[in-house]
């Protein structure tokens, strides 16, 4: 973490003030300080600071000093690598003053005129500006800076509208400075700035808003999506830019999804949240100071802050604006299994065969664009799958108790004789294409094939581009018929093969020619003035072009420019409306491309990485990341999706995907084979070992997502939101927790036989052994082995897991005896919810169809069991079979179920442990009861 010793504010004259404060803190003497002070201040003289420099020359390819200069900014190169070398004058550039602000029944308006004075950076700055500050509620603000004279593009999810009132007592305050202008966000209590204006720059043209903001520390979390190697950003002059890209998980590529979302830490540990509610094209540069800047090239600035306190709070209160995350189905928390390629129903059924062979655990099989015929959506190859045997086999696994799903890309091929392929012919003829600026259906070239060809897939990917693919149509999922259309299409297909969900990739929309098949025009969309940071030469680079044209809403169209970010988003929401029509079932969607909102429709995965010991590392940023963005439901490819895996990588992954929220092994074309079953006996023992875990914690597992949907939690929890007042855990990435009861501590270095890891201050309890971890252990970082078949978990203290026996399927496993496992804190207190439902209804929670059952053990010598909603016959047959208490004192003499006593068999303590093992209850689910001992 960088250190924030001391502070400039005007060019390279340093400020002694704080370094004094700083270290005054530290040593405590008055004298020592002064010294210190001093030599700081020579130091820094010859090695000066330049974090307060705000970049006046973003531009793709720089900017000259004349170019610097016109725009009104001082030039002069920095000695170290990172700070920009033109820059704004600090406090001497001034863009708006502001001339009027008036009060409002739900907050107040401020309005700005540009100074006549203010040099144009790209197409000119808009002339007048307002600002609405609404207090939604006490600890939800929204900012909007707009343009009241025309009205711009404004991104269609829904947000929360303005209150009739302002709310009282919030939890903030709002600040203007009148000149030069700028706003402050306070939190009250603390008196904390949490969000400044005053350094850089606001700037608002056409298609350039810039907008900085000081940072009250450095903990930011958040910003995608990308594949990045801190959860906690590294600050130290960092740009990323964030615009839908179809790109392997490599280097700092913008990825498939935008989330312009941060969370941020104050050094009290107080958290707050800041979304810009903007799908532009855009990027955000991180400096030291700390401070951030946004640049964007269209929209509007809309900004919605949550004041938390807490991070667990802030993530809450931000679901709740953008839409709580989806509910999965119960059997999309059990194992999932896929390959794109495996290039023939006898190799699917050979897979899953030897899965079935080691009776290892699998819900869900797949299938990846390999059974298309000619990759086109809604077809089944003939020849390699068999259309009834293929039908018949999907029957058949179905019955066995394993899910499938199929993959649909947006991309409909276009190239097909009239008559032969009816989501072409029917799109083209209801109009659910997007065209191009003339008015002409816009083709690109994706998956589809011509027909007639013999493909060849070791040829090199251009060539395959240019005589392989014909050409696709990209239908716009924001036109009322389009839905219709695809919801037939996808309904149609579903009496073909019996899929339970659907998966959508490609959905950026992925393009593999720039723009379309011809290219686009030289206009202004394609050829922005600010070409934000992000890869590819052109905006259109692998995707569409901007200029194309596309439905806002059922009314209003905008380019594609505006849309660009929020195309899986709106595939996504009409594909869940698809899959539920097609199973009539909860059903699931799996998504690539996702924007603020996504999570209330579907899961994600983090996309095409690799077979790397890395990408395996940082596939824990992602799934943090992603838990802040509202998408719980989120995992990587086990085993890596590009490259042959070895067997050593493979193993570690599929402890660490293992817990994974989506636990899904996928592998690319042309690699080794890399199921559980694929490496032998010994490995596929272990597998099925290592899936009875994740199995045996469903219960737990599913009433953390139930919670994510009801309230907004998250369920892969990183540890600073559990033990937020420790700094220690503000920083780490490598381990995490399952809501507030789990952690799991994943070995991620190849050859490594133990783990590097940091034990929070509280009471875990081994999950094999029982053994709690030693108190002096707590509070520090420990080092535990973890032979090759290991993955350390432990349960927390206070905390009562509901489990359930294993089996080879959620069919299966949902039949089975539950448990629970009471892990005492030191007050010999433990509190748990279950949360159970018949798993694959429509909305279950909102129509209180389930079972929520609360379990207590308050300082003592007795658990309870409390039904605080109950359903129908959900529970009927199943019973609680074992009770595990870790972390008692003594041995009991007694236990008692309803005052009823035990008889010894059913009940052993383990001295050594302190583990009190109860079995064979056999006491039915839906009824409450006592346990009690002495
Ligand atoms: C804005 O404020 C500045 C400084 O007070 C002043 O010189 C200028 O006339 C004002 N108005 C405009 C439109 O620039
Ligand atoms: C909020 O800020 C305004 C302007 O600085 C100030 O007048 C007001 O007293 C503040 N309110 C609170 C509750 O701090
Ligand atoms: C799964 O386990 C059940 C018993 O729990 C067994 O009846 C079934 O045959 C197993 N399924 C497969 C496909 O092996
Ligand atoms: C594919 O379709 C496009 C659009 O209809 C057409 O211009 C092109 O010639 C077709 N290509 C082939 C090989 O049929
Ligand atoms: C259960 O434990 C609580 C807390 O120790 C105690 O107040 C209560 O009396 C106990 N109930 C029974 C029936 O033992
Ligand atoms: C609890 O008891 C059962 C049945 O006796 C046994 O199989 C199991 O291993 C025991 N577990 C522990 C943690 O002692």
Same mark, same amino acid.
């Given at each position: 973490?960088?250190?924030r010793?001391?502070?400039?504010?005007?060019?390279?004259?340093?400020?002694?003030?704080?370094?004094?404060s700083?270290?005054?803190?530290?040593?405590?003497?008055a004298?020592?300080?002064?010294v210190i002070?001093?030599?700081v201040?020579?130091?820094?003289?010859?090695?000066?600071d330049y974090t307060?420099r705000f970049?006046?020359g973003?531009?793709?390819?720089g900017v000259?000093?004349a170019?610097?200069?016109?725009?009104?900014?001082?030039?002069s190169?920095?000695i170290?690598s990172g700070?920009?070398?033109?820059?704004?004058?600090?406090n001497g550039y001034?863009?708006y003053?502001?001339?009027?602000?008036?009060?409002?029944?739900?907050g107040y308006?401020?309005q700005?005129?540009k100074?006549?004075?203010?040099?144009?950076?790209f197409?000119?700055?808009l002339?007048?500006?307002?600002?609405?500050v609404e207090?939604q509620t006490?600890?939800?603000?929204?900012?909007k800076?707009?343009d009241?004279?025309?009205?711009?593009?404004?991104v269609?999810?829904s947000?929360?509208r303005?209150?009739l009132?302002a709310?009282?007592d919030p939890?903030y305050n709002?600040?203007v400075?009148?000149?030069?202008?700028?706003f402050?966000v306070i939190?009250?209590?603390?008196n904390?700035v949490?969000?400044d204006?005053?350094v850089?720059v606001m700037?608002?043209e056409?298609?350039?808003?810039?907008l900085?903001?000081?940072l009250?520390?450095?903990?930011i979390?958040?910003?995608?999506?990308?594949a990045?190697?801190d959860?906690?950003?590294d600050?130290?002059?960092?740009?990323?830019?964030?615009?839908?890209?179809?790109e392997k998980t490599?280097?700092?590529?913008?990825?498939y999804?935008?989330?312009?979302?941060?969370?941020c830490?104050?050094?009290?540990?107080n958290?707050h949240?800041?979304?810009?509610?903007?799908?532009?094209g855009?990027?955000?540069?991180f400096?030291?100071?700390?401070a951030l800047?946004?640049?964007?090239?269209g929209g509007?600035f809309?900004?919605y802050m949550f004041?938390?306190?807490?991070?667990?709070d802030?993530i809450?209160?931000?679901?709740?604006?953008i839409?709580?995350?989806y509910f999965p189905?119960?059997w999309?928390?059990?194992?999932?299994?896929?390959?794109y390629?495996?290039?023939?129903?006898?190799?699917?059924?050979?897979?899953?065969?030897?899965?079935?062979?080691?009776?290892i655990?699998h819900?869900v099989?797949?299938g990846?664009?390999d059974?298309m015929d000619r990759?086109?959506?809604?077809?089944?190859?003939?020849?390699r799958?068999?259309?009834?045997?293929f039908?018949?086999f999907?029957?058949?696994?179905?019955?066995e108790?394993?899910?499938?799903?199929?993959?649909?890309?947006p991309a409909?091929a276009a190239?097909?004789?009239?008559?032969?392929?009816?989501?072409y012919?029917?799109?083209?003829e209801?109009?659910v294409?997007?065209h191009?600026?003339?008015?002409?259906?816009?083709?690109?070239?994706?998956?589809?094939v011509?027909?007639?060809?013999?493909?060849?897939?070791s040829?090199?990917w251009?060539f395959?581009?240019?005589?392989?693919?014909?050409y696709?149509?990209?239908?716009?999922?924001?036109?009322?018929?389009?839905?219709?259309w695809?919801?037939r299409?996808v309904?149609d297909?579903?009496?073909?093969?019996?899929?339970?969900?659907?998966w959508?990739?490609m959905?950026?929309?992925?393009n593999?020619?720039?723009g379309s098949v011809?290219g686009?025009?030289k206009?202004?969309?394609d050829y922005?003035?600010y070409?934000?940071?992000i890869w590819?030469?052109t905006?259109?680079?692998?995707t569409l072009?901007?200029?194309a044209?596309?439905?806002?809403?059922?009314f209003?169209?905008?380019?594609?420019?505006?849309?660009h970010n929020?195309y899986?988003w709106s595939?996504?929401?009409a594909t869940?409306r698809?899959?539920?029509?097609?199973t009539?079932?909860?059903?699931?969607?799996i998504?690539?491309s996702?924007?603020?909102g996504s999570?209330?429709y579907?899961?994600?995965?983090?996309?095409?990485?690799?077979?790397?010991?890395?990408?395996m590392?940082?596939?824990?940023?992602?799934?943090l990341?992603?838990n802040?963005?509202?998408?719980p439901?989120? @995992?990587?490819? =086990?085993?890596?999706l590009?490259? *042959?895996?070895t067997? #050593? /990588?493979?193993? &570690?992954?599929? %402890?660490?995907?293992?817990?994974?929220?989506?636990?899904?092994?996928?592998?690319?074309l042309?690699?080794?084979?890399q199921?559980p079953?694929a490496?032998?006996r010994e490995?596929a023992?272990e597998m099925?070992?290592l899936?009875?875990?994740r199995?045996?914690l469903?219960?737990?597992?599913?009433?953390?997502q139930?919670?994510?949907?009801a309230?907004?939690?998250?369920?892969?929890?990183?540890?600073?939101?559990e033990?937020?007042s420790?700094?220690?855990?503000?920083?780490?990435?490598?381990?995490?927790l399952w809501?507030?009861g789990?952690?799991?501590?994943?070995?991620?270095?190849?050859?490594?036989?133990?783990v590097n890891?940091?034990?929070?201050k509280?009471?875990?309890?081994?999950?094999?052994?029982?053994?709690e971890i030693?108190?002096?252990?707590? @509070?520090?970082? =420990?080092?535990?082995?973890a032979? *090759?078949?290991?993955? #350390? /978990?432990?349960i &927390?203290g206070g %905390?009562?897991?509901?489990?359930?026996?294993?089996?080879n399927?959620?069919?299966?496993s949902?039949?089975?005896?539950?448990g629970l496992?009471?892990?005492?804190?030191?007050?010999q207190?433990?509190?748990?919810?279950?949360?159970?439902?018949d798993?694959?209804s429509?909305?279950t929670i909102e129509?209180?169809e389930?079972?929520?059952?609360?379990y207590?053990?308050?300082?003592?010598?007795?658990?309870?069991?409390?039904i605080?909603?109950?359903?129908?016959?959900?529970l009927d047959?199943?019973?609680?079979?074992?009770?595990?208490?870790?972390g008692?004192i003594?041995s009991?003499?007694?236990?008692?179920?309803?005052s009823?006593?035990?008889?010894?068999?059913?009940w052993?303590?383990?001295?050594?442990?302190?583990?009190?093992?109860?079995?064979?209850?056999?006491h039915?689910m839906?009824?409450?009861?006592l346990l009690?001992w002495?």
């Amino acid at each position: 973490m960088p250190s924030r010793e001391f502070e400039i504010k005007n060019d390279d004259s340093l400020e002694v003030e704080p370094i004094a404060s700083t270290i005054s803190l530290i040593v405590g003497n008055a004298l020592l300080v002064l010294v210190i002070a001093v030599m700081v201040a020579v130091i820094c003289n010859t090695h000066p600071d330049y974090t307060h420099r705000f970049d006046c020359g973003p531009d793709r390819d720089g900017v000259d000093k004349a170019t610097c200069e016109r725009r009104g900014c001082i030039w002069s190169w920095p000695i170290k690598s990172g700070p920009p070398a033109c820059f704004f004058p600090p406090n001497g550039y001034i863009t708006y003053n502001m001339t009027d602000i008036s009060p409002y029944p739900w907050g107040y308006r401020v309005q700005l005129r540009k100074r006549t004075e203010m040099p144009d950076f790209f197409d000119g700055g808009l002339e007048t500006l307002w600002i609405d500050v609404e207090l939604q509620t006490k600890y939800r603000l929204h900012i909007k800076i707009y343009d009241p004279e025309n009205k711009r593009f404004e991104v269609p999810i829904s947000l929360p509208r303005r209150p009739l009132i302002a709310a009282e007592d919030p939890l903030y305050n709002v600040s203007v400075t009148e000149e030069p202008f700028s706003f402050q966000v306070i939190r009250t209590d603390t008196n904390t700035v949490v969000f400044d204006t005053s350094v850089g720059v606001m700037i608002f043209e056409d298609q350039f808003l810039q907008l900085s903001t000081k940072l009250p520390s450095h903990n930011i979390y958040g910003f995608g999506e990308h594949a990045h190697d801190d959860f906690r950003r590294d600050l130290n002059w960092k740009r990323w830019g964030s615009f839908a890209r179809d790109e392997k998980t490599e280097g700092t590529a913008n990825l498939y999804g935008t989330h312009p979302f941060y969370l941020c830490l104050e050094n009290d540990s107080n958290a707050h949240g800041v979304f810009l509610n903007n799908a532009n094209g855009q990027d955000v540069s991180f400096q030291p100071n700390p401070a951030l800047t946004y640049r964007h090239i269209g929209g509007v600035f809309d900004f919605y802050m949550f004041f938390g306190p807490t991070p667990e709070d802030v993530i809450s209160q931000y679901t709740e604006a953008i839409g709580r995350p989806y509910f999965p189905p119960y059997w999309a928390l059990g194992f999932h299994l896929s390959k794109y390629g495996y290039n023939s129903l006898d190799k699917v059924k050979e897979v899953v065969a030897r899965m079935r062979m080691y009776n290892i655990a699998h819900d869900v099989q797949y299938g990846d664009i390999d059974y298309m015929d000619r990759k086109r959506d809604f077809t089944i190859d003939d020849q390699r799958y068999g259309k009834v045997a293929f039908k018949d086999f999907v029957k058949k696994i179905k019955e066995e108790g394993t899910k499938y799903i199929v993959v649909l890309d947006p991309a409909i091929a276009a190239n097909e004789t009239t008559g032969t392929y009816r989501p072409y012919d029917d799109g083209v003829e209801k109009n659910v294409f997007i065209h191009d600026e003339n008015g002409e259906i816009i083709y690109g070239k994706v998956w589809p094939v011509y027909p007639g060809l013999r493909i060849d897939d070791s040829k090199p990917w251009d060539f395959q581009i240019k005589t392989y693919r014909g050409y696709v149509a990209f239908p716009d999922f924001q036109r009322k018929q389009t839905k219709e259309w695809w919801i037939r299409e996808v309904v149609d297909f579903h009496d073909k093969i019996d899929f339970d969900a659907i998966w959508i990739d490609m959905t950026e929309p992925a393009n593999f020619l720039d723009g379309s098949v011809n290219g686009c025009s030289k206009n202004k969309y394609d050829y922005p003035p600010y070409h934000p940071h992000i890869w590819g030469e052109t905006m259109a680079d692998q995707t569409l072009c901007m200029s194309a044209i596309q439905n806002l809403d059922e009314f209003n169209t905008t380019v594609h420019y505006n849309m660009h970010n929020l195309y899986g988003w709106s595939q996504t929401m009409a594909t869940l409306r698809a899959a539920r029509a097609a199973t009539g079932k909860r059903s699931l969607v799996i998504n690539r491309s996702t924007y603020p909102g996504s999570g209330k429709y579907s899961g994600h995965w983090l996309g095409d990485n690799f077979s790397i010991w890395l990408h395996m590392r940082r596939s824990i940023i992602g799934i943090l990341d992603f838990n802040l963005f509202g998408i719980p439901f989120v @995992g990587a490819d =086990i085993c890596g999706l590009f490259l *042959d895996v070895t067997e #050593p /990588l493979c193993r &570690r992954w599929s %402890q660490l995907g293992n817990f994974y929220t989506f636990s899904r092994n996928h592998n690319g074309l042309i690699y080794r084979d890399q199921d559980p079953a694929a490496f032998g006996r010994e490995y596929a023992e272990e597998m099925k070992k290592l899936l009875a875990i994740r199995y045996t914690l469903l219960p737990y597992l599913y009433t953390l997502q139930y919670k994510a949907t009801a309230y907004g939690h998250t369920v892969t929890r990183p540890l600073m939101f559990e033990f937020t007042s420790d700094s220690e855990t503000w920083g780490i990435d490598r381990q995490f927790l399952w809501g507030p009861g789990f952690m799991i501590i994943p070995v991620l270095e190849e050859g490594a036989g133990s783990v590097n890891a940091y034990i929070p201050k509280a009471r875990w309890y081994d999950w094999y052994t029982g053994r709690e971890i030693d108190r002096e252990n707590t @509070g520090r970082w =420990i080092n535990i082995p973890a032979s *090759d078949y290991h993955i #350390p /978990l432990y349960i &927390r203290g206070g %905390q009562i897991l509901p489990t359930q026996q294993p089996a080879n399927s959620t069919k299966f496993s949902r039949q089975h005896p539950f448990g629970l496992i009471v892990a005492l804190s030191d007050s010999q207190s433990a509190v748990g919810t279950l949360f159970w439902d018949d798993g694959t209804s429509v909305d279950t929670i909102e129509n209180g169809e389930y079972y929520k059952i609360e379990y207590v053990v308050c300082q003592g010598s007795n658990l309870t069991a409390n039904i605080s909603n109950s359903y129908g016959t959900l529970l009927d047959n199943l019973r609680l079979d074992t009770v595990k208490f870790h972390g008692l004192i003594t041995s009991p003499s007694v236990v008692q179920l309803n005052s009823v006593a035990l008889n010894d068999s059913q009940w052993t303590f383990n001295d050594v442990t302190k583990t009190l093992n109860i079995t064979d209850l056999q006491h039915p689910m839906s009824e409450q009861f006592l346990l009690s001992w002495h």
